[in-house]
């Protein structure tokens, strides 16, 4: 439930929030005409679906047997395996857009990943990477307790360079930038769940140096980041991206 101090953070924050998720028109625009997608850890197939098109092509690679049958029954043709490990039947072909959304952090070898989804878009495809953003001012201030560190599943953290310069080393020319996560920090849920995360972490020996998620807190979060520049104010960032020429 929302007190009238969160009202007003949540306000503040939403409209100094321009950050924008990548969404079905936002990539019908950016690759116009695309009859083959990809979704590399396409988990359960909701994003990918979302581009569900008549004479489209769908299809998604997912090691988990779970969620290639709930993408399977979205209308994606999933292949088990990872980005590093692809399936056989994946390998050779070409897509006009690849996605990775959320899943280049989950993986052992982030640059065979990347080198391998660089192999997989066709001449004049287009790439889509998002991650987490540890560059954020939210997350070097909350990093032990913060939701998108999520430890062990998450196996590497990435600035925006960082991310940019791992694409660029292996095959892709980026084009542009995509960055949003701003005004979910300031919601009392969100709050609520990193202040468990940190009574957990205390109940097993650490974490009591961490900051505790409180109004006061929350508000010097919100005076820091407003204005801040995109790169430091958003928790996740995204690449657009197409192979070196």
Known sequence: K?????????????????????????LEAL????????DIGCG??????????????????DPDPRSKAAAVARGVTVYEGTAENLPDAVRGQTFDLVIFSHALEHCPDPALAIRNACSLVAPG????CVVPNCGSIYFQTFAEISEILDVPRHLNFFTPDALKNLLE??????ESWVFNGYT?????????WENQIRQQL??????????RRTWLTDLGL???TAFAPPARKYDCVGLIAHPRR
């Open 169 to 174: 080393a292996n095959g892709f020319e980026t």
């Open 31 to 38: 690759q116009p005409g695309m009859r083959r997608v990809l």
């Open 184 to 192: 979910r920090h300031f919601l009392p849920g969100w709050r609520a």
């Open 2 to 26: 929302q007190g009238l101090l969160d009202r007003v953070r949540v306000k503040l924050a939403y409209l100094t929030d321009h950050g924008r998720n990548i969404e079905a028109p936002q």
């Open 222 to 224: 919100l005076l820091r």
């Open 202 to 211: 205390v109940d097993h020996g650490g974490g009591a140096h961490a900051p």
């Open 125 to 128: 495809g287009k790439f889509y």
């Open 44 to 61: 359960g197939g909701g994003f990918v679906a979302t581009l569900k098109a008549e004479g489209r092509e769908l299809y998604g690679i």
